[in-house]
């Protein structure tokens, strides 16, 4: 996942979200690891959840996200590629067992 900084020294609130692109500097990025619990919380909790097309505007090349607790830190991008992968890998697993054991009273 390709990770934005922050480039503003300006508050990031609802309305300046709705500018996103001029608060991240979208020229710099590194990549980072996440967890799918932490992925999943920046979907769930987005604050900025934007699609980017393909160059030649015939697809979807990935989709930038951030939660409102990372809205102050960066953005994140994820290729459309990862996230279809991310998706398969989620709906393929099987559970095998569930158990529940009651506490003791």
């Known amino acids: 996942m ?3 900084p922050l480039a503003t020294t300006s508050r990031v ?5 709705l500018h996103w692109w001029e608060l991240y500097d979208m020229e710099t990025y590194s990549y980072q690891r996440i967890t799918l619990r932490h992925f ?3 979907l769930i909790h987005s604050f900025v959840f934007a699609f980017h097309p ?3 505007d015939d697809g979807l090349a990935g989709m930038f996200v951030n939660s409102e607790y990372e809205s102050k830190k960066a953005l994140y991008f994820i290729a459309t590629e990862t996230f279809v992968e991310l998706f398969r ?3 393929n697993d099987v559970a095998d067992a569930l158990g529940y054991t009651l506490p003791p009273k």
């Open 40 to 42: 999943c919380n920046s």
């Open 54 to 56: 393909t160059p030649d």
């Open 89 to 91: 890998s989620i709906g």
């Open 2 to 4: 390709l990770t934005h």
């Open 13 to 17: 609130t609802w309305w300046t979200a």
